[in-house]
T-cell receptor, first 114, second 111 residues
Framework: AQSVTQPDIHITVSEGASLELRCNYS??????LFWYVQSPGQGLQLLLK??????LVQGIKGFEAEFKRSQSSFNLRKPSVHWSDAAEYFC????????????FGTGTSLTVIP | NAGVTQTPKFRVLKTGQSMTLLCAQD?????MYWYRQDPGMGLRLIHY???????AKGEVPDGYNVSRLKKQNFLLGLESAAPSQTSVYFC??????????FGAGSRLTVL
């Protein structure tokens, strides 16, 4: 069965520090992989996606993620965090042969301290 | 360009009451989805649709029904609301069944 694990429930970083949010997935083939961000009281916004090709993908707001097939991981990174990055981050997996269903992790809440 | 619009944004129900959440998208997307979001559980798929007139069950379909009579609309119904259905509900749509565009959410409280 497909599943997504985000092992960190909550992370606190200082503004300007680097960030890495972890995501591991369970899937039989190469899935579509996504990172979404949710600000308080808002819907989810796509940060970046991986379908195929280059395993390092760039997204909006200076985020990037790397697909590592051997580790079944798709970790999100940002070299220098801004206070406005404080939000909830969700990793998701999906593919056509799952009936176009998408499975989300439980989310990582990011706090940025000045 | 409104994207995905959900109505209502907030609703309080008593146990046993019924209600319908409406999702409307103006992007001509084929695929539409209903998720619920609960603390510590992320988003869980309730039902989804791969085109007008079609619906399918997701991870947590019990207690919910859906209809997709028009391509642009996807309705989520609760026939007899229960406190366990207190949640934030998100609708999403997708053109080719890959990238999801989300609505702003509907917060439902069942007393």
């Amino acid at each position: 069965a497909q599943s997504v694990t985000q092992p960190d429930i909550h992370i606190t970083v200082s503004e300007g520090a680097s960030l890495e949010l972890r995501c591991n997935y369970s899937y039989g083939a190469t899935p579509y992989l996504f990172w979404y961000v949710q600000s308080p009281g808002q819907g989810l916004q796509l940060l970046l996606k991986y379908f195929s090709g280059d395993t390092l993908v760039q997204g909006i707001k200076g985020f990037e993620a790397e697909f590592k097939r051997s580790q079944s991981s798709f970790n999100l990174r940002k070299p220098s965090v801004h206070w406005s990055d404080a939000a909830e981050y969700f990793c998701a997996v999906g593919a056509r042969d799952t009936g176009n269903q998408f499975y989300f992790g439980t989310g990582t809440s990011l706090t940025v301290i000045p | 360009n409104a994207g995905v619009t959900q109505t209502p944004k907030f609703r309080v129900l008593k146990t046993g009451q019924s209600m319908t959440l409406l999702c409307a998208q103006d992007m001509n997307h084929e695929y539409m989805y209903w998720y619920r979001q609960d603390p510590g559980m992320g988003l869980r798929l309730i039902h989804y649709s791969v085109g007008e007139g079609t619906t399918a069950k997701g991870e947590v379909p019990d207690g919910y029904n859906v209809s997709r009579l028009k391509k642009q609309n996807f309705l989520l119904g609760l026939e007899s609301a229960a406190p366990s259905q207190t949640s934030v509900y998100f609708c999403a749509s997708s053109y080719e069944g890959n990238v999801l565009t989300f609505g702003a959410g509907s917060r439902l409280t069942v007393l």
